[in-house]
Each structure stands twice: as structure tokens, then as C-alpha cells.
């Protein structure tokens, strides 16, 4: 018996030696053996041979994919994965005997196996087929999902160039009725009154190519450096039912198309120092470039051209910003970058602390997960020497047409304290700002006024399961003596928040204009009384603003995401109003917004989004007396982003 078992773990012996030595072969040839039918260390074993047998499966399974077994549409790749495009990296070795020197380390080949032993050709490999056979993935230069050197997933040149290529077509339409002017001349003779049929039509087309050029190692640390050139093709057309809403020129007609090419953005940024052995850094951009100086865009949310200085401290738990934006002047249509100067200063310096309630006293579970921030803005809209600036239509719109408007300089600097995370189970936003300087000749008071107005807002949430209930506060000083060297109304630089509803609220989403200004700006929620907020002056006597609203955010499918908003608002002050308007009496009542909106993205990802969203203004007693009309007024949109 003893002897039986020594011949018997000889022979055991010597078939692993045979194994270990064609192990070897299969891997001079490229091929890696597949890891099915391994058997995990905690598996019990059934029998004294399992290791061997295991073995030899992996083996049989291997010599199944062996080059002078299969045709060629099946031989292992000598390619890597994804589309890697050219290397131009060569090889400083010569190929020895069982070694191939491969020194670019992102084009590696990897060896293509049947893991189920299906046994199917290679072109049915495709994204719907891969999941049960094959495990890895041939790219096309077309294919954004997969790993591409179009996308920044392998270098372009050396081992740590990479370019990033990105391109967008966003489409949106919307059909809107807002108060509409009918101009010196309507457009049916039966009309009356300052504001005639309020249905349009907007059409919006953008083009956008983004390239972007990064050098280092960036999955782990900042890169050394970047440059980014983004030049976009706007096409845009609005119909209207009145003349005076498209060109101060009636004979242009109720329609207009027109399209714009800019370039957006071209910026370069340089890594300047590592401050840290954690990767904190200090960093310069210089050029067209995008900011957001809080976490709603309150005060300023724009793409313009500067320079700007940032980095981090503790491991990333501290991030700064120093920023200079000479602006420029925007198209009026399009509302993108031109190369005329603007003859604005903007200074913005922040400072973010990550985990800033991490307070012993506090419950561990209030301690992670909320980021304070203090900011620092200075707006010199330098405009004092200036002529009269009428927009690409004709409107005048430097200064604000209204009561004694001269050309006129703007120094004002905001101090805010902002924050934004969770504390414990509540979701929690919060923004402070007071705004202090001086206009030198305000067009509303007629005369030179000091600046000192304030603004804050709060949003609470709390996620139930696949829920997210929302209450939003915000609350924007107003003027109270319109007339007298102060100006109290709380106006921003170049504001975009995304609050109470952002882009799918009545109120916030559409410029309603009133007697060559706009009661409320696009994209802004502050009744500031200015013609344009691209092209305008901010003006800071105006009514101010209270803002009530309760959201809900419902994840209805992993794709499909619903948003519900309900708003109630009223000014602080009507006295702006009244003098503008001459007309005593004005309700603070300013009417309900409510909207719902849709976000589809049918592949979980940014590749292709549908938004739609549809918003119903109901008109409060304010309202009714300033637009003579107690109609219900509305909005509805879609728009289509594709991205590769």
C-alpha cells in the first residue's frame, strides 16, 4: 500500500512538471490562460488531485484559442483594447527569444478567449453579445463608450500626452407666453395698451467642438499642464405676434434668424508647484475660461477671459481660488464671447473647507460631509467714458433706458459665506452676501448713490428612498426710498443660479420684459430692472425679492428622473416700481410658479440627455397691475444633447 502511494505521487509529480512546462508555452505565444474553472482556496476540496485537474482545464481551455488551431478572424490580438490608435512609442530592444519588449505600457494586447466555451466568431462580438462569452472589447474611433484615444483613455504622444475630443450638439425649443411689447407699431390695428399678443417661438441650435490637450499622470495626481479650445456654431430663431420684440425697427418683421461663431473657451493652465507629498498643488489658467464662484451661481457664473490661480492644502480638504476677469462683450442673440472688450473688471477670490463641522462636540454623524466657503467678489464696470451701447437689434441696453440714464461706472464688492453638503441625513445649501460700493450715477434715483444691500438663501432636503423632498428660501433686498443717495436692491455680476426649480422655473427661466428693461433677467431670479444681463449694468435700485418653494426629485427609473417645483413669490419693496412706472399703489404680490420637468438619459450617461419641462406662472395681484392682465402665463420646452 505504501508503495502504491509513492508511485502514485510520482506520477502526480511528473504530470505537474509536464503542465508547468506547457503552461509556459501557452504563455510564449500570447495566450493567458483563463481563470475559469479555478477553485477558491476556501472551496472544499473533493478530491486528492482537484489542483491537477484544475489545471488541466485551464489548459484544454487555452489550447482551444491556439494560433494554428483557429482561422484568422480568431487568432489573439496583437492590438490592445478600445481604439489606441498609433503608438508613438518604439521599442529601444530587440525581441529575444520568448520576450517581445513592448515599452509603451498603455497599448499592451490582450489575448481574446472563449470564457463559456461557446465557441461563437469574433464579429458577433459586439456590445449587446460580449456579456456571457467574450470578456474584452474591440473600440472604434466612433465608439465614446469604450476606451479610445479620442476620449483620453491612451496617449497621443509619449506616455503621458493625452488629448480629449469632445463634441455636442444641444437643441432646444420652447413655445412661451410672456408679456410681450407691442412696440410704436402693433401688429393688428385692433391692438392697444403697451404689450400686444404674448405667444413665441425659440429655437436654439449650438455646435460645440472641444478639444482639450493634457499632459501627466492623471488618474492619481493633477496634470502638468492643459490646453483646451472650444469654438461653437449658434443658430437661433425667434418668432413673435408683435414687431417691437424683435428689432427696435419694425420692417425687420416678427421673425428673426440669426447665427453666431465664437470661440468660448481657449485657455492654458500650468501646474506650478506640488505643495504637498498628497498631491495639493498650485496651479495658473490663463485664457476663455469657465467659473463658477459658488455652489449655485449666485453671484457670478459666466465663461470669459482672465486669469486664474488655485490650488489645494491638507490632502485636497482645502481648495482656493484667485481669480481676474477682463470681460468680454456678448453677442446679443447667441449670447456667447466676441473679441470686443466689455470695459469690466470682475476679482473673485474664494476658500472651500471640506468637512469644516468636524467638532468634537458634534455627533459623529454631523462631523463628515458639509464644505464651507468664503468668498470675496469685486465688480468695476468701467463705463463712465463710454457712448451709448445698443445691442446686435438696435435696443439700448448701456445704460438702462430708464429715467435720467447717462453712461455711468459701477464699483461694488461682495462679501458671502456659503456652504453646502449633508448633515447627517439632512441635504443642506446656504449662501450670504452684502453687497457694498458705489454707482455714480444711478439712472433710477437720477443721482450718485451708495451701494449696501444684502441677500440670502437656504435649501433643505431629505432623501426617502428613491424621493428627495425639497424647501428652498431666498431673500433679496429691496429699495424703500428709491430716490434718496442709497441704493438698497440686491443685484449680482453675472448670476445663473441653480435654485428653486433653476432652468425649469417660469420665473427664473424667461427675461420678462417691461418698457425697454426686464422686470426679471433670463437665467436670474432677481427683479433688477436692467436691459440685459450679458450686456447690462447691474442696478441696484430695484424691489428686491421673497422666494418661497417646495421641490421634489423622484428617480422614477435609473433613466428617467422627475422634477417638481411649486414657488410663491412677492417683492420686498414696490417703490422702485412705482417711480419707474408712475404708478402709486403697486400689491408686493407677485404671483405661483409651478413646474415639472423630465431628464431622460437612456444610456446612464452624459452621451445623450433629453430634458423637457413645462412651467405655469400664475400672475398675483402686483403683477396684474403692472401688465394690466390677469392671464395665466407659460412655458413649455425640450432639448436634445448628444455628446461624443
Same mark, same amino acid.
Given at each position: 500500500m505504501e508503495g502504491h502511494t509513492l508511485s502514485r505521487l510520482g506520477t502526480t509529480l511528473r504530470r505537474r512538471?509536464?503542465?508547468?512546462?506547457?503552461?509556459?508555452l501557452t504563455c510564449a505565444v500570447g495566450v493567458a490562460p483563463t481563470s475559469s474553472g479555478?477553485?477558491?482556496?476556501?472551496?472544499?476540496?473533493?478530491?486528492?488531485?482537484?489542483?491537477?485537474?484544475a489545471t488541466e482545464d485551464r489548459i484544454k481551455l487555452s489550447l482551444r484559442f491556439q494560433p494554428d488551431t483557429l482561422d484568422d478572424s480568431r487568432k489573439p490580438p496583437t492590438d490592445p483594447l478600445g481604439?489606441?490608435?498609433?503608438?508613438?512609442?518604439?521599442?529601444?530592444?530587440?525581441?529575444?527569444?520568448?520576450?517581445?519588449?513592448?515599452?509603451?505600457?498603455?497599448?499592451?494586447?490582450?489575448?481574446?478567449?472563449?470564457?463559456?466555451?461557446?465557441?461563437?466568431? %469574433?464579429?458577433?462580438?459586439?456590445?449587446?453579445a460580449i456579456s456571457g462569452n467574450y470578456q474584452y472589447v474591440e473600440g472604434r474611433w466612433y465608439d465614446p463608450y469604450n476606451q479610445n484615444v479620442l476620449k483620453g483613455d491612451y496617449p497621443i504622444f509619449g506616455q503621458n500626452t493625452f488629448m480629449n475630443l469632445t463634441l455636442i450638439s444641444d437643441t432646444t425649443y420652447e413655445y412661451r407666453r410672456v408679456p410681450t411689447a407691442s412696440g410704436e407699431s402693433t401688429a393688428r390695428a385692433d391692438r392697444r395698451g403697451f404689450f400686444g399678443h404674448p405667444q413665441q417661438n425659440v429655437l436654439t441650435q449650438n455646435f460645440i467642438l472641444q478639444f482639450e490637450l493634457l499632459h501627466g499622470s492623471t488618474a492619481f495626481k493633477p496634470f502638468d499642464w492643459k490646453v483646451r479650445i472650444t469654438p461653437v456654431l449658434n443658430v437661433n430663431y425667434?418668432?413673435?405676434?408683435?414687431?417691437?420684440?424683435?428689432?427696435?425697427?419694425?420692417?425687420?418683421?416678427?421673425?428673426?434668424?440669426?447665427?453666431?461663431?465664437? %470661440?468660448?473657451?481657449?485657455?492654458?493652465?500650468?501646474?506650478?508647484a506640488d505643495v504637498s507629498p498628497h498631491y495639493d498643488f498650485v496651479s495658473l489658467r490663463i485664457g476663455r475660461q469657465p467659473f463658477v464662484s459658488d455652489f449655485r451661481g449666485f453671484i457670478f457664473n459666466d465663461v470669459n477671459q482672465g486669469v486664474r490661480l488655485f490650488g489645494s492644502s491638507e490632502s485636497n480638504r482645502r481648495q482656493w481660488n484667485l481669480v481676474y476677469f477682463y470681460q468680454a462683450e456678448k453677442d446679443s442673440n447667441s449670447e456667447l464671447n466676441t473679441?470686443?472688450?466689455?470695459?469690466?473688471?470682475?476679482?473673485?477670490? /474664494?476658500?472651500?473647507?471640506?468637512?469644516? %463641522?468636524?467638532?468634537?462636540?458634534?455627533?459623529?454623524?454631523?462631523?463628515?460631509?458639509?464644505?464651507?466657503?468664503?468668498?470675496?467678489?469685486?465688480?468695476?464696470d468701467d463705463q463712465g467714458a463710454e457712448k451709448l451701447h445698443f445691442d446686435k437689434n438696435g435696443f439700448l441696453v448701456r445704460p438702462d433706458p430708464i429715467g435720467s440714464f447717462t453712461p455711468h461706472d459701477v464699483k461694488v464688492a461682495y462679501i458671502g459665506w456659503a456652504g453646502d453638503?449633508?448633515?447627517?441625513?439632512? /441635504?443642506?445649501?446656504?449662501?450670504?452676501?452684502?453687497?457694498?460700493g458705489r454707482d455714480d450715477f444711478n439712472a433710477l434715483a437720477g443721482q450718485r448713490v451708495t451701494i449696501n444691500?444684502?441677500?440670502?438663501?437656504?435649501?433643505?432636503?431629505?432623501?426617502?428612498?428613491?424621493?428627495? %423632498?425639497?424647501?428652498?428660501?431666498?431673500?433679496?433686498?429691496?429699495?424703500?426710498?428709491p430716490q434718496d443717495r442709497k441704493a438698497r436692491g440686491f443685484d449680482a455680476i453675472f448670476d445663473n443660479p441653480n435654485f428653486a426649480g433653476g432652468p425649469f422655473g417660469f420665473w427664473n427661466r424667461q427675461a420678462i420684459r417691461l418698457l425697454g428693461v426686464n422686470l426679471v433677467n433670463r437665467n436670474s431670479l432677481l427683479p433688477d430692472l436692467t436691459a440685459s444681463k450679458t450686456e447690462g449694468q447691474a442696478n441696484f435700485v430695484n424691489p428686491g425679492l421673497f422666494l418661497v418653494n417646495f421641490g421634489l426629485d423622484a428617480e422614477l427609473t435609473p433613466k428617467l428622473k422627475a422634477i417638481f417645483n411649486a414657488s410663491y413669490l412677492w417683492f420686498a419693496h414696490t417703490e422702485p416700481l412705482e417711480l419707474f412706472l408712475q404708478q402709486p399703489g403697486i400689491s408686493r404680490e407677485i404671483g405661483a410658479d409651478l413646474s415639472v420637468g423630465l431628464v431622460y438619459r437612456p444610456y446612464l450617461n452624459n452621451n445623450v440627455i433629453f430634458n423637457a419641462g413645462v412651467a405655469v406662472f400664475l400672475p398675483g395681484e402686483g403683477f396684474e397691475q403692472i401688465y394690466e392682465s390677469d392671464k395665466m402665463l407659460y412655458a413649455a420646452f425640450t432639448s436634445f444633447t448628444l455628446r461624443f
Open positions: 512538471e509536464w503542465l508547468a512546462r506547457l503552461l509556459c479555478t477553485q477558491s482556496e476556501d472551496a472544499p476540496t473533493t478530491k486528492p488531485n482537484a489542483a491537477v485537474d481604439f489606441a490608435g498609433p503608438s508613438s512609442v518604439r521599442p529601444r530592444a530587440e525581441p529575444t527569444e520568448g520576450f517581445l519588449p513592448i515599452e509603451d505600457r498603455w497599448r499592451v494586447g490582450f489575448p481574446r478567449y472563449d470564457r463559456l466555451g461557446r465557441r461563437q466568431p %469574433l464579429d458577433r462580438v459586439t456590445m449587446g425667434l418668432g413673435t405676434e408683435e414687431f417691437g420684440a424683435v428689432n427696435i425697427d419694425v420692417r425687420k418683421g416678427r421673425f428673426r434668424r440669426s447665427k453666431d461663431f465664437a %470661440l468660448q473657451e481657449f485657455f492654458f493652465e500650468k501646474k506650478l473679441f470686443d472688450a466689455r470695459h469690466q473688471h470682475v476679482v473673485v477670490a /474664494n476658500y472651500y473647507i471640506q468637512d469644516s %463641522l468636524d467638532f468634537e462636540f458634534l455627533p459623529p454623524t454631523w462631523r463628515k460631509g458639509f464644505t464651507t466657503q468664503f468668498s470675496f467678489h469685486y465688480n468695476y453638503g449633508h448633515i447627517g441625513r439632512l /441635504n443642506l445649501t446656504h449662501a450670504a452676501y452684502w453687497a457694498l444691500a444684502q441677500m440670502a438663501a437656504v435649501e433643505a432636503s431629505i432623501d426617502v428612498d428613491w424621493l428627495r %423632498l425639497r424647501a428652498s428660501f431666498l431673500w433679496a433686498s429691496g429699495d424703500r426710498k
